[in-house]
């Protein structure tokens, strides 16, 4: 595997159902972040991990929960659900959040809330 | 704080013509400037980025931009489009410094539709 993976490509759950996305980086970078993508919106930033230290919770909801065992894994825990949180969600990684350097982003995750 | 504007959500042009996808940023610090292409069902792969030195940048698959401080603008372009340009394209900023350090604001986005 090369560059960004994440699984599953796709999910579909309920509102009460808890489940989880995984993100892979085989760059070796060491900064990770998760993007939301809704149709007609930006891309919203939602967590940003550095060197294994959460450094940014962009006031996401509780029900989305991160995790980040070591710099090549990314988590995203979701419990209890809203139908407005079917979007994409996609996984990206630098070589530090500290300075600009470019992101690289896996093929996302089409997360479908019922 | 920053910013970005994409004029124009969808973009129409023929195959063979020019691409001109505009981008205008708001930033109180010097920017960092990329742009991003995403094709259906993928993520976002990089195309250019401005962090300093010559103004224009050139990237792949023939698409260059540049940065034109007076103006904040960092339009995209290519020459002669192809049929497999068609996708979504971000302009992103980043902060050269401070605290939003590496932190990448998106613009809307721009549809690139490419007719025959």
């Known amino acids: 595997e090369t560059g960004v993976t994440q699984t599953p490509r796709h999910l579909v759950m309920g509102m009460t159902n808890k489940k989880s996305l995984k993100c892979e980086q085989h760059?070796?970078?060491?900064?990770m972040y998760w993007y939301k993508q809704s149709a007609k919106k930006p891309l919203e930033l939602m967590f940003v991990y550095n060197f294994k230290e959460q450094t940014e919770n962009n006031s996401v909801p509780s029900r989305f929960s991160p995790e980040c065992p070591n710099s090549s894994h990314l988590f995203l825990h979701l419990h209890t659900l809203q139908p407005e949180d079917s979007a994409l969600y996609l996984c990206?990684?630098?070589?530090?959040?500290?300075?600009?350097?470019?992101?690289?982003f896996g093929p996302g995750t089409r997360l479908t809330v019922t | 704080a920053q910013s970005v504007t994409q004029l124009g959500s969808h973009v129409s042009v023929s195959e063979g013509a020019l691409v001109l996808l505009r981008c205008n940023y708001s930033?109180?610090?010097?920017?960092?400037l990329f742009w991003y292409v995403q094709y259906p069902n993928q993520g976002l792969q990089l195309l250019l980025k401005y962090t300093t030195g010559a103004t224009l940048v050139k990237g792949i698959n023939g698409f260059e931009a540049e940065f034109k401080k007076s103006e904040t603008s960092f339009h995209l372009t290519k020459p002669s489009a192809h049929m497999s340009d068609a996708a979504e394209y971000f302009c992103?900023?980043?902060?050269?410094?401070?605290?939003?350090?590496?932190?990448?604001?998106f613009g809307q986005g721009t549809i690139l539709t490419v007719h025959p």
């Open positions: 930033s109180s610090v010097p920017p960092y």
């Open positions: 990206a990684s630098s070589q530090d959040s500290g300075r600009t350097y470019e992101q690289y």
């Open positions: 760059l070796g970078h060491n900064a």
């Open positions: 992103a900023v980043s902060r050269a410094g401070g605290t939003s350090y590496g932190k990448l604001t």
